[in-house]
């Protein structure tokens, strides 16, 4: 059991760039791959990055790869994605997830994922 906790949105201009950070309690955090997601307002749920229990495996969305980049520090029990060059259709609210899992495996869809923060707005003017 782990419980998430996501901070670091905002509002920025298209652009800019904005740290979000998912910080997690209760558990081990190795234990957990982590996953990142995303919503706008009418549109469904997207995977956006992961990173697997070994911080030197993650992965990212193709449209977001060299915008975007994600880190895992287990001593702060955080991760970490670092948002780059935002852009208006970047407007959503991210949330990260977690899941207990294999030590490289980094699940992409929603239900894999058995833990949820309750998000945080990131909105991105024109």
């Known amino acids: 059991q782990v419980q998430l906790v996501e901070s670091g949105g905002g509002l920025v201009q298209a652009g800019g760039s904005l740290r979000l950070s998912c910080a997690a309690s209760g558990d081990n955090f190795y234990n957990y791959a982590i996953g990142w997601f995303r919503q706008a307002p009418g549109k469904e749920r997207e995977f956006v990055g992961g990173v697997a229990r070994r911080a030197d495996t993650s992965l990212l969305e193709d449209s977001v790869k060299g915008r975007f980049a994600i880190s895992r520090d287990n001593a702060k029990s955080t991760v970490y994605l670092r948002l780059n060059n935002l852009k208006p259709e970047d407007t959503a609210v991210y949330s990260c997830?977690?899941?207990?899992?294999?030590?490289?495996?980094?699940?992409?869809?929603?239900?894999?994922?058995?833990?949820w923060g309750q998000g945080t707005q990131v909105t991105v003017s024109s």
């Open positions: 997830a977690a899941d207990r899992t294999g030590p490289w495996y980094i699940p992409r869809l929603g239900h894999e994922y058995d833990y």
